[in-house]
């Protein structure tokens, strides 16, 4: 007997969607966080511990100890963590873990909002540029037009700031954004007049923010922790304070936090019927409910998938094609910093305000592309760690001084490059680790295609230029090297598809093996577009869990 | 020595925190505003070394014995004895790996750690034990509003 409608497993981006949707049509829903819910003075302002810069830890889960990965070392830019045989031992916080967060809201709790709508072009790559070899690059089995209406609800329901008008790279919207554009920071006018020295696009960065009190939440009130950190006047729109919390006035919804889903239940004849989950005190439950949803994020989830062999699946349910787990992808960062003659930085945040779109695609002998933006305000400690000139002095008086006179004249720009899909690049599962609860962790290995990293490159020398063109005196930075990538901007491990033999759901995010398992979050991206992708993640949440109500 | 760095006691001996002082002072010295250890990076790192870099401790404390005997071997005084422009010049040659003595840990790597360290604490936010006040983002201009 099914005690709930819905069990939806995680309350994060996709998570807080499918509660809210299915809540609101009547069903019960039991929604399940491993992680705890933050409180703004929980999030904190440690600017060596946050999600932003982890140095010694962070802020918003998972918790630091009893919650290990393992990656080949070859799938890591430089060696961190423990040795383990072949193997690297990693910790939440450590780069190559691949982590975004865990608690209520997962990384919407501590993001900076920036809501993308990806391009028509970026759900049809393979008909756009070709299959590169060795790559799994597919089209998406949907299209723009099917997704416009979910990212028009999402911009309206969540909450989102812009101007439609400058969307010059998308097809016209049928309804503006809900709340202007947040006010520009001085340097965003200067980088704007580079861009129109360059003739290149010059669009207002569309944010999950309120610019005007909105859904009975204050206005941004422009602090310099955005990113990173949790909103003091709780402006920032995530899924702790959107849809978690309408799902749960409902009445429909319960959410239990600090439980960990260790695998899904099943019928004699292999059929989902719930999952075993184990909470706080260690104690191991089993519930049952007509229709599961996976929302765990693209490692979590796959690694959910894959610890849930039975009789009829034993590789794993959903992984009949051997397909569960690979295809990990995030985003390539090919960051410029510039020194500017003149102060840039008037302490107005969050910062990241005037990007352009003019690379995304169209890029001659280059495969995708993706958009370049400026940046939220950089702390002085991610300065001195992240943006330090290479050549400046790093002690002595000369390098108190450095730091005296430009950091407020030092801005980069960057923005997230379109990953070419490798099938090699894939989670899977180490036995031999386990987590906390006893369950065996997620494995990373492999590395993106090596057309990212060509990319990314054509793209870093487009972010010097228009650094130049802002009135840089000094550029510097590199592009990054191939690695294995995923981190905040996971996606793609369980990918969408008609074929079963080489996609994990089909066009309507359902497991192709199951009746009433869908998945919910980043990892049925085919592909993961040149753009941060919560808005993505969140319209096709959106749409999945449509799809769920009218099918029901 | 102000109280939050008494606990320094238990971490270092009187003359280890002397040199460290000297250290950290040399890494980022006193202008119109505070050194690093007016400002608190001696308690950032007693933190540390005390949490996060609690394995790190034997290396500072050996890398620190190095330096002493470093300092001896070419002025012929412990590194707190020395002026600021002639540990400077030591650091500068340690930093090239350019020592006299026989160091038992990577002298130039070692002080790029110790480095790293001492910018942590003072451009890191007060809550970590250094950056007193908030003294070393109005030096650079970081304001923090709301
Ligand atoms: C600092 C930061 C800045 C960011 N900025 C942006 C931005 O500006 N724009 C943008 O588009 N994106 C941004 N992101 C990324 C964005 O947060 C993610 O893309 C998004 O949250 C992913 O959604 P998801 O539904 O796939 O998974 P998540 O939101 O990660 O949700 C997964 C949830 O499931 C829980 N979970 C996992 N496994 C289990 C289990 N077995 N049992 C119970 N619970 C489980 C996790 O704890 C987590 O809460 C940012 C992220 C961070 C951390």
């Known amino acids: 007997m099914s005690e709930y409608d819905a069990i939806v497993v995680g309350a994060g981006a996709g998570g807080g969607v499918a509660a809210a949707v299915l809540t609101a049509a009547g069903k019960s829903v039991l929604l399940l966080e491993r992680g705890r819910a933050l409180s703004f003075a929980a999030v904190g302002r440690d600017h060596l511990r946050n999600q932003r810069m982890p140095v010694y830890g962070h802020n918003a889960g998972p918790d630091i100890d009893g919650n290990p990965r393992t990656i080949d070392a070859s799938s890591l830019p430089r060696l961190v963590g423990e040795a383990l045989g072949d193997k690297r031992l990693l910790k939440p916080h450590q780069p190559g873990y691949q982590n975004n967060a865990a608690c209520v809201g997962s990384g919407t709790r501590v993001y900076a909002g920036q809501a993308w709508r990806f391009m028509p072009q970026d759900f049809r790559m393979a008909s756009e540029y070709g299959v590169p070899a060795g790559s799994s690059l597919a089209d998406w089995p949907l299209s723009y037009e099917d997704l416009a209406p979910y990212y028009e609800k999402v911009e309206w329901e969540i909450g989102i700031c812009g101007d439609h008008r400058g969307m010059t790279h998308l097809p016209a919207y049928k309804k503006p954004y809900p709340m202007p554009a947040l006010p520009l920071p001085y340097k965003s006018t200067v980088h704007k007049s580079g861009l129109q020295r360059l003739g290149w696009q010059a669009l207002r960065v569309p944010r999950l923010i309120n610019s005007q009190p909105y859904n009975g939440r204050q206005a941004c009130i422009n602090c310099q922790h955005c990113v990173g950190f949790a909103c003091p006047a709780d402006a920032k729109n995530g899924s702790h304070n959107t849809t978690v919390p309408r799902a749960l006035s409902s009445g429909n919804c319960t959410l239990l936090t600090e439980v960990m889903v260790e695998k899904l239940a099943v019928s004699a004849g292999g059929a989902v019927t719930g999952v075993t989950f184990i909470d706080a005190e260690q104690k191991r439950r089993t519930i049952r409910a007509d229709v599961i949803v996976l929302s765990c994020g693209a490692v979590e989830t796959a690694r959910l998938l894959l610890n849930s062999a039975t009789a009829q699946e034993p590789a794993g349910i959903g992984n009949g094609g051997d397909q569960v787990g690979r295809n990990l992808q995030g985003h390539y960062y090919p960051s410029a910093v510039g020194l500017f003659p003149e102060t840039m930085f008037d302490g107005m945040g969050p910062g990241c305000s005037i990007a352009t779109c003019q690379f995304n695609h169209g890029n001659d002998g280059i495969i995708g592309g993706g958009f370049l933006g400026d940046e939220d305000i950089v702390t002085p400690i991610t300065l001195w760690k992240r943006f330090y000139p290479p050549d400046a002095p790093r002690w002595g008086s000369a390098a108190k001084r450095f730091m005296r006179e430009n950091y407020r004249r030092i801005n980069d720009v960057t923005g997230p490059v379109q990953e070419i899909p490798s099938p090699d690049a894939r989670v899977s599962i180490n036995p031999q680790v386990r987590d906390r609860y006893g369950i065996p962790v997620a494995h990373l290995s492999g590395a993106t295609h090596p057309e990212t990293v060509r990319t990314a490159r054509f793209m870093h020398q487009r972010a010097r230029e228009w650094l130049r063109a802002s009135g840089a005196i000094q550029v510097w930075g590199m592009p990054p090297p191939r690695y294995l990538s995923g981190g905040q901007h996971q996606a793609g491990t369980c990918r969408m598809g008609e074929d079963p033999t080489t996609s994990v759901v089909d066009p309507f995010c359902r497991v192709h093996s199951q009746e009433r398992l869908f998945i919910a979050d980043g990892s049925p991206h085919v592909t993961n577009g040149g753009f941060n992708p919560v808005e993505t993640i969140m319209a096709l949440a959106w749409r999945t869990a449509e799809t769920i109500v009218k099918t029901w | ?146």
Do not use: H
């Open chain 2, 1 to 146: 020595m102000t109280p939050e760095s008494a606990g320094m006691n238990k971490l270092f001996d009187q003359a280890e925190l002397e040199c460290l002082r000297a250290l950290l002072d040399a890494i980022i010295p006193a202008d119109d505003f505070p050194s690093a250890w007016e400002a608190g990076v001696g308690d950032y790192l007693q933190r540390q070394l005390a949490g996060d870099l609690a394995k790190a401790l034997p290396d500072y404390r050996a890398w620190l014995a190095q330096l002493t005997a470093e300092a001896r071997a070419q002025y012929g005084r412990g590194f707190a004895q020395l002026r600021l422009s002639e540990r400077t010049g030591l650091l500068r040659r340690i930093e090239a790996d350019e020592v006299q003595t026989q160091w038992a840990i990577a002298p130039g790597g070692f002080f790029r750690e110790i480095v790293e360290a001492c910018a942590e604490g003072y451009y890191s936010d007060p809550g970590n034990g250094g950056n007193r006040d908030g003294i070393a983002w109005r030096m650079v201009g970081f304001e923090v509003t709301a």
